[in-house]
């Protein structure tokens, strides 16, 4: 990779970016828990194509600033984090693609800015307008009270116990969750804190080296480093009033679609009818797409099936 690092400023924070290539605007939004550097299997293939990649670390993450209060993480703040870091890069307009969280935030983005976000691509997360993620109390009635987005809401608690050992945790959850174990929700037993809910992996998948966790695990070394990113979750609840304004909206810029066969979100209430109505949301989706195998961290385990996705999406817009 040929990656320039900098900083932007971005609705009064200082956004670290990776960024590479000339052309138009294509960026790449990450989800939990990580960084730019989940789209390193990316960076080169877009960018010899003729397309400028640029990667942000979003607000509260690695080496992105902390947003000032916990309510500066809803979705209105994330989405306008997209359409200010369009015009501080030069750009009149982007593709934006995300993964897991940054699908949210894409497709939201996408939903609410057409004129700024010609098309979009998400990964693993399928779009569910308009608040993207489901409310705790749906959450909780369907999982429980160990369901880890219902675990993170508590202020100071999910934060210490990822906080204690930020590598191990991201090592567990990155090979937890991948295509070599059989997918399943998130739900921690009761008297099970978060990191033991999680099994240490016996060997490391080709696609993460040691390296590539070393670079995650120092994004996460700050005392403070998941304040940020559980602040996202925090926000859930806030999202569906903050969002309501725009129910029956529907996506209207060219879209894809890509998830693993083998990603946890496959088994989640209600995906597999979201999924089969997506054209109905998305009226202009151009592809849906299955990778056999695939975990929950789609570009990182299949970069090249999700990159000649990618090309062939951008290159018939």
């Known amino acids: 990779m040929n990656v320039r690092h900098h900083r932007v400023g971005v609705n009064g924070l200082g956004l670290h970016v990776a960024e590479q290539g000339e052309g138009p605007l294509v960026l790449l939004l990450h989800g939990f828990p990580e960084s730019w550097y989940s789209w390193r299997y990316q960076f080169d293939a877009l960018a010899d194509a003729g ?9 509260g993450y690695a080496r992105s600033d902390r947003a000032p209060s916990p309510e500066e993480y809803a979705l209105p703040h994330l989405v306008g984090d997209v359409t200010g870091l369009i015009r501080a890069l030069g750009a009149e307009d982007a593709v934006v693609v995300g993964h897991d969280w940054g699908a949210v935030v894409a497709w939201t983005a996408a939903l609410l800015r ?3 976000v010609r098309a979009v691509a998400g990964l693993s997360v399928p779009p569910v307008p308009p ?19 219902v675990r993170f809401q508590e202020p100071g608690r999910a934060e210490a116990e990822l906080a204690a050992d930020p590598a191990a945790f991201l090592r567990r959850m990155l090979v937890g969750a991948s295509g070599a174990h059989r997918p399943r ?25 040691a390296e590539d966790l070393a ?3 120092e994004d996460y070394a700050a005392p403070d480093a998941f304040t940020g ?10 999202n569906q009033g903050l969002m309501a304004a725009f129910e029956g909206l529907r996506i209207e810029v060219p879209a894809l679609y890509a998830v693993g066969d083998r990603d946890m979100v496959t088994t989640l209430r209600g995906v597999p009818e979201l999924r089969a109505s997506l054209r109905r949301i998305v009226p202009r989706l151009r592809a849906d797409l299955t990778l056999p195998g695939c975990g929950h ?21």
């Open 51 to 59: 397309y400028r990649v640029v990667a942000p670390d979003q607000r």
């Open 114 to 116: 057409p004129d700024l």
């Open 131 to 149: 608040a993207g993620v489901p409310s705790i109390a749906s959450s909780r009635r369907a999982y429980g009270e160990g369901y880890y987005q």
């Open 185 to 209: 929700p998130w739900v921690v037993p009761e008297g099970v804190g978060l990191l033991d809910s999680l099994p240490e992996p016996d060997e490391l998948p080709g696609w993460l080296t």
């Open 215 to 217: 670079v995650f695990a």
């Open 229 to 238: 990113p559980l602040g996202w979750y925090r926000n859930i609840d806030r």
């Open 297 to 317: 961290w789609t570009q990182q385990e299949r970069p090249e099936e999700v990159n000649r996705a990618l090309l062939d999406f951008l290159a018939a817009l």
